[in-house]
């Protein structure tokens, strides 16, 4: 049962690089058909999508967040990285990581979210 734990810091400065750790075990984040997600929800608003990354290390972005956003993944550490540059109040959110086998209708796995504030 994959299990996954995000992991960075609480507390990001205006204009700087957010940067997030997934942690994934339980399984391989190279299982065949499995992807990575992160998300994210912003005080008093829904879930946004930020990226994801497949098992096969293919990459897709939000195209809102895009040009801020990159997705990368260290295999020997089965870790999941996240990075959101030039932040702004705005960017503050709980940020998930969620897996998801795409013969599934849902997530099979969430992390427990971790709160990133964006403040001088």
């Known amino acids: 049962q994959v299990q996954l734990q995000e992991s960075g810091p609480g507390l990001v400065k205006p204009s700087q690089t957010l940067s997030l750790t997934c942690t994934v075990s339980?399984?391989?984040?190279?299982?065949?058909?499995?992807?990575y997600f992160w998300v994210r929800q912003p005080p008093g608003k829904g879930l946004e999508w930020l990226g994801t990354?497949?098992?096969?290390?293919?990459?897709d972005y939000s195209p809102s967040l895009k040009s801020r956003t990159s997705i990368s993944r260290d295999t020997s550490k089965n870790q999941i990285t996240l990075h959101v540059s030039s932040v702004t109040p705005e960017d503050t959110a709980v940020y998930y990581c969620?897996?998801?086998?795409?013969?599934?209708?849902?997530?099979?796995?969430w992390g427990q979210g971790t709160q990133v504030t964006v403040s001088p």
């Open positions: 990354i497949a098992y096969s290390g293919y990459i």
């Open positions: 339980g399984g391989s984040i190279t299982t065949t058909y499995y992807y």
């Open positions: 969620a897996g998801k086998a795409r013969s599934a209708d849902d997530f099979g796995a």
